[in-house]
């Protein structure tokens, strides 16, 4: 009936569930990080652009999308809210600091007195070098101080 090509629209129609699963491979990666559009995606936590390497971090839970931050405390805010923050399975990702590249997030140490965007202020290296405090520690301290103000809408200030 419609092989004026030589293809038949059953074989059409065979093709069509492998064609949809080649290209649902096609996204994203299931483990590790994703690459980010610097300057063109959105914090998860407070809607800022993320566009600066050294600061960013991304999570992901087992089998989901990466989330993506503009600055390694927000993540950490975000990742609390949780109900997989505990999970070893999930994955935290941060920018090294002075290089850019992706590290690990729980095996990272952080030096405070850095100015990240969202004045969390903290940076991310692979060392324990002189300062650096491990992630427990850095966790620990960005729970206790919660978002900056830079992250708060005019309602979440208020009660």
């Known amino acids: 009936m419609?092989?004026?090509?030589?293809?038949?629209?059953?074989?059409?129609?065979?093709?069509?569930?492998?064609?949809?699963?080649?290209?649902?491979?096609?996204?994203?990666?299931?483990?590790?990080?994703?690459?980010?559009?610097?300057?063109?995606?959105?914090?998860?936590?407070?809607?800022?652009?993320?566009?600066d390497p050294r600061y960013a971090a991304q999570v992901r839970a087992k089998g989901g999308r990466a989330k993506k931050f503009d600055d390694l405390g927000d993540a950490v805010l975000w990742l609390a809210r949780q109900p997989f923050a505990e999970d070893p399975?999930?994955?935290?990702?941060?920018?090294?600091?002075?290089?850019?590249?992706?590290?690990?997030?729980?095996m990272a140490w952080y030096l405070e007195g850095r100015k990240s965007p969202m004045g969390h202020n903290f940076g991310a290296v692979p060392d324990g070098r002189a300062g650096a405090v491990d992630f427990a520690a850095f966790r620990r301290t960005i729970l206790e101080r919660g978002s900056t103000s830079r992250c708060e809408t005019p309602t979440q200030g208020s009660t």
């Open 2 to 51: 419609c092989n004026r090509e030589g293809v038949s629209r059953r074989f059409f129609i065979g093709l069509a569930p492998g064609l949809v699963l080649t290209l649902a491979g096609c996204g994203e990666d299931r483990t590790g990080p994703v690459s980010v559009r610097w300057g063109k995606e959105y914090c998860e936590y407070c809607g800022m652009i993320v566009d």
């Open 89 to 106: 399975a999930t994955e935290f990702w941060v920018g090294d600091c002075e290089k850019g590249v992706w590290l690990d997030g729980r």
